[in-house]
């Protein structure tokens, strides 16, 4: 059975520090992109991070280049996304997500969420 899922999540106050991490049992993520992307209520989808495992390229939305970092650990089949410097904004539910490159053109398949909450 294909399964991926995301897990870390927490409650931390602002400016501090966090890590999620995404693991994939039943198939190998380094025939994958795995991107990061979050949902807060009221707010619209977006992506934050990507790694795509097949060519190593990364992606970063602006509103996180400088503070969050992903990385991949292809022998465990986790993706990291190591989040810094955390702001009130960044509070969502943070899914993983698989695709064939980090522009997504189709999303293969989605992780359950991990909640993270920025305290100010």
């Known amino acids: 059975e294909v399964q991926l899922q995301a897990s870390g999540g927490g409650l931390v106050q602002a400016g501090g520090s966090l890590r999620v991490s995404c693991a994939a049992a039943?198939?190998?993520?380094?025939?994958?992109?795995v991107g990061w992307f979050r949902q807060a209520p009221g707010k619209e989808q977006e992506k934050v991070s990507c790694?795509?495992?097949?060519?190593?390229?990364?992606y970063y939305a602006d509103s996180v280049k400088g503070r969050f970092t992903i990385s991949g650990d292809l022998n465990k089949d986790t993706v990291l996304l190591q989040m810094t410097s955390l702001k009130s904004e960044d509070t969502a539910v943070y899914y993983c997500?698989?695709?064939?490159?980090?522009?997504?053109?189709?999303?293969?398949?989605w992780g359950q969420g991990t909640q993270v909450t920025v305290s100010s």
């Open positions: 997500a698989l695709s064939y490159s980090c522009d997504f053109p189709k999303a293969l398949h």
């Open positions: 039943g198939f190998s993520f380094g025939r994958y992109a």
């Open positions: 790694v795509n495992n097949i060519d190593g390229r990364t």
